[in-house]
């Protein structure tokens, strides 16, 4: 694919190493020929680089295997799934997670992306259901005005939502940016 079509969450092959995009930024300075700086996070050490690709570069997208797999739990060691066909349970850490952690709760059914036999990530749902433990009381006769409230769901992730949200309430979130979507 050309480097035009790189998109936030890929992961591409660079260098002989696997890289997950974080930030895409498409530049095009003066008359000079046109850029796509990237922010990538190496998939086998971690560490994160800035990179630009010309605009006609070539990229080579990684293929992987999807496996649906349930969430289980998290101790000590990690997080738990199980395969739902097989019934194999696996653990991955959360640095192989990252953010990815903020949005799994008991029994949720998830893809797990493989790569040569080896698991490097977790395909989400476009949204979560979870529980709000803890925000600021609601304001009486508060409008669905723009004033948004922090709140503390029951995985430890932080969302702004509406002042009419109240600790104990189930909202949706939006797992691709951290985002509250509506109560349900």
Do not use: C, W
């Amino acid at each position: 694919m050309r480097a035009t079509q790189l998109r936030p969450g890929m992961i591409i092959r660079h260098e002989g190493d696997l890289y997950s995009v974080h930030a895409v930024e498409h530049r095009t300075p003066g008359n000079k020929r046109a850029a796509m700086a990237t922010k990538m996070r190496n998939l086998r050490s971690g560490s994160i680089i800035d990179y630009r690709f010309r605009a006609e570069d070539d990229i080579e997208r990684a293929v992987f295997d999807e496996v649906e797999h349930e969430y289980l739990y998290a101790d000590q060691e990690g997080y738990h799934f199980m395969n739902t066909e097989s019934y194999e349970q696996l653990q991955l850490s959360a640095e192989l997670l990252g953010e990815s952690v903020y949005y799994l709760i008991p029994n949720t059914t998830v893809k797990l992306e493989f790569y040569e036999g080896k698991a490097i990530g977790v395909l989400l749902p476009d949204t979560v259901d979870l529980k709000v433990v803890d925000t600021e009381p609601t304001v009486q006769k508060a409008t669905a005005s723009a004033v948004m409230k922090p709140a503390k769901l029951e995985t430890g992730l932080t969302i702004q939502v509406p002042p009419f949200v109240n600790a104990g309430d189930k909202v949706k979130v939006d797992t691709s940016e951290a985002r509250y979507v509506q109560r349900v």
